[in-house]
């Protein structure tokens, strides 16, 4: 279930790519970091287990590429703000039972950049930013479940006025698969046996996420009994060479009707000689206490 999130940084390969991290950060006054956006994917159980590349379609917003983030028509420029002459911060005075305190907050006009555009830019009408469509190929790990998240840096929008892009957050989905549950690294599944195959022991083929695989059914082998495939699990996150098992639960089915030869065979186990009317005796015989009503 993964009720914990891990954080990764993946690989990926995109068109473009975006100068890795946005260059140096400037801080306070700087330009404002862009917003992380969150990409919800799908993946099949197997995909998790073994890991996969998935080319994903992104929309996000870029750099306009018009005016190059400055958000000012071409051959003109931001101007000084007006309403804070350039500082980018404004004074509030407050009121309160105390007394009157002055508050500096960024100014409301210019965002605090200390500039406005007279004449935006045509193509983003001033915000300096686009929205863009981008295919991105994302490097799923082997190992994932349901719950797991992935950065990829620099992908998230970029930053207005120029400022660095926030990162993009992939967070997966596991879809179930008909056969094979998982809990954490360990696979589960359950395969019925008949009675006889329990009692007289078996080598049987069973589905791994590797494919088929023989798997060894000990002769006595009880109902709920549990058996194990080594190595045949999920591949431990960040260290796929360690795997976990798969462990299989024996259901035993017994049937619900026999033939005629069936019956006097195991009426023979049973001590008993099929005559009508008579019960095998519960006490003593293999089957006695099972097969007691027809
Ligand atoms: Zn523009
Ligand atoms: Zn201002």
Redesign the pocket.
């Known amino acids: 279930m993964g009720g914990f999130a891990d954080l990764f940084e993946t690989f990926f390969s995109g068109f473009g790519g975006a100068a890795a991290g946005g260059g140096q950060q400037r801080r306070r006054s700087g330009p404002r970091q862009g917003d992380d956006l969150r990409l919800d994917l799908s993946i099949d159980f197997r995909e998790a287990v073994f890991g996969v590349e998935k080319e994903v379609q992104l929309r996000h917003l870029e750099t306009?590429g018009?005016?190059k983030g400055l958000?000012a028509k071409e051959g003109s420029g931001p101007t000084t703000c007006g309403t804070c002459s350039g500082a980018g911060q404004v004074r509030r005075a407050t009121r309160t039972p105390f007394g009157s305190f002055t508050q500096v907050a960024p100014c409301p006009t210019c965002e605090g950049s200390g500039q406005v555009i007279a004449d935006p830019?045509g193509?983003?009408n001033g915000?300096?930013l686009?929205q863009v469509s981008k295919t991105l190929r994302i490097n799923i790990p082997a190992g994932v479940d349901s719950g797991s998240r992935l950065r990829v840096s620099s992908e998230g929008n970029a930053g207005p006025r120029g400022g660095p892009p926030g990162d993009l957050y992939v967070f997966l989905g596991v879809k179930s698969h008909p056969t094979l549950r998982r809990d954490g690294i360990t696979i589960l599944s359950e395969i019925p046996l008949s009675y006889l195959q329990a009692i007289l022991g078996d080598t049987i083929e069973v589905e791994t996420v590797d494919g088929p695989e023989p798997l060894e059914i000990p002769p006595g082998t009880q109902p709920a009994t549990m058996l194990t495939l080594k190595n045949k699990g999920v591949p431990r996150l960040g260290n796929p060479v360690a795997r976990g098992n798969h462990q299989f639960t024996i259901k035993v089915q017994l049937p619900t009707r026999l033939s005629g030869d069936e019956r006097q065979l195991l009426e023979q186990l049973a001590g008993h000689h099929s005559s009508k009317g008579q019960r095998p005796p519960h006490k003593s015989g293999l089957f006695g206490g099972l097969f007691g009503k027809g």
């Open positions: 306009c018009t005016c958000g830019c193509t983003c915000a300096g686009q």
